[in-house]
């Protein structure tokens, strides 16, 4: 079985600023990781994903992540937010399987960015 | 840019009745899905759905929960007796296939039982 920990559920951050958000994984299996984000009354939007190859993925809107094998991380950065990055951020996994791809989703963190 | 819609926005219920929670996928996709969250809680995966089967689906997807993709458009979760917590934002998702590991997922339908 999968399981994602974000262990932050909320992050302040001022406009500018840069920020990382947290995110470690537990699978007895190979897995690839997303980054969801969930605005205000919407559906989750793919921000990115690690499926192989470069441990340095960019995604959408200027968020990348990094996938760190030995520490079981995957943390989302931006060097500069903006006020519309006000959202909830979801990791989560998906093994290696044929068929389809069930996620396995963190409990979210929610970013705040102020002025 | 297509999308994945859901109707209806908010859905309220007794305890005991049926619902059905509609969904309709972008249109040349084969993976279907449904999610759940709870309030305050995480997102958790139900079912999933490829070549009018379920693929796979999760402990909650219990005799009460059953999915149908009667007209090749549209892809419904049936809960046959409503329970008070099955309240939930329930999320439709859909894939190209399933070397995309591209899930784009409807606003949702918010389901409160009481």
């Known amino acids: 079985a999968q399981s994602v920990t974000q262990l932050d559920s909320q992050v302040p951050v001022f406009e500018e600023a840069p920020v990382e958000l947290r995110c470690n994984y537990s699978s007895s299996v190979s897995v690839y990781l997303f980054w969801y984000v969930q605005y205000p009354n919407q559906g989750l939007q793919l921000l990115l994903k690690y499926l192989s190859g470069s441990t340095l993925v960019k995604g959408i809107n200027g968020f990348e992540a990094e996938f760190n094998k030995s520490q079981t991380s995957f943390h989302l950065r931006k060097p500069s937010v903006h006020i519309s990055d006000t959202a909830e951020y979801f990791c989560?996994?998906?093994?290696?399987?044929?068929?389809?791809?069930?996620?396995?989703f963190g409990t979210g963190t929610q970013l705040k960015v102020e002025l | 840019e297509p999308e994945v819609t859901q109707t209806p926005s908010h859905q309220v219920t007794q305890m005991g009745q049926e619902v059905i929670l509609r969904c309709v996928p972008i249109?040349?996709?084969?993976?279907f899905y449904w999610y759940r969250q709870i309030l305050g809680q995480k997102v958790e995966f139900l079912v999933s759905f490829y070549n009018n089967e379920i693929s796979e689906k999760s402990e909650i997807f219990d005799d009460q929960f059953s999915v149908e993709r009667p007209d090749g458009s549209n892809f419904t979760l049936k809960i046959r007796s409503t329970k008070l917590e099955d309240s939930a934002m329930y999320f439709c998702a859909s894939e190209t296939d399933s070397s995309s590991y591209e899930q784009y997922f409807g606003p949702g339908t918010r389901l409160t039982v009481t």
């Open positions: 989560a996994v998906t093994r290696l399987t044929g068929g389809g791809n069930k996620l396995t």
């Open positions: 249109s040349n996709h084969l993976y």
